[in-house]
């Protein structure tokens, strides 16, 4: 996707431990035009997949799946939350995962009461480097019965394993920024 490419180019910084820092429109500040085209995109390339809910995890997964539900004429949004909270019901299904960029592990959880078996889902994320969010949205999926029809990821980088481990499952991944290198002196190259 050409368009966040260049806002990529434009606005992303490189941090020390290989971080792409795109916060200031993709999920600290929001920028919501681009956050519809991203949602249209996901649209085009989901459409014959025919999802009837899409799954993502708090916090920075939300708007991004918000804005693809829409083009689905509404979709529910399930969100997996990373932290226990009192209302949860027990008997969530739940998964581990490792976070590249805080470098811990979450155990993410969704009620049964959202997720159910026979649901046609589609994972939506805002980054893919390990794949550790996305394989545990998948698990948590297997345990509800509910089958993944996609995976889509607003920005891959395809030099760490994440997409290819996620296709080595079985599933569709579509990427609409494919970073294939952050350089030392700024510079990010795309495929």
Known sequence: M???EERIVKDGK???GDILKIDS???HQIDVKLMEEIGEEFYRLFKDKEPDKILTIESSGIAIA???SRNFGYIPVVFAKKTVAANMAAGAYEAKEHSYTRN???TVQVSREYLHEGDRVLIIDDFLANGEAMHALIRICDQAGAKVVGCGSVVCKTYQPGEQRIKDLGYDV????RVKAMTDDGQIEFE
């Open 104 to 106: 811990i592990e979450y």
């Open 25 to 27: 429109f993709l999920n």
């Open 174 to 177: 579509e990427v609409l920024a």
């Open 14 to 16: 490189i941090l020390p």
């Open 66 to 68: 918000m804005m693809t």
């Open 2 to 4: 050409k368009l966040l």
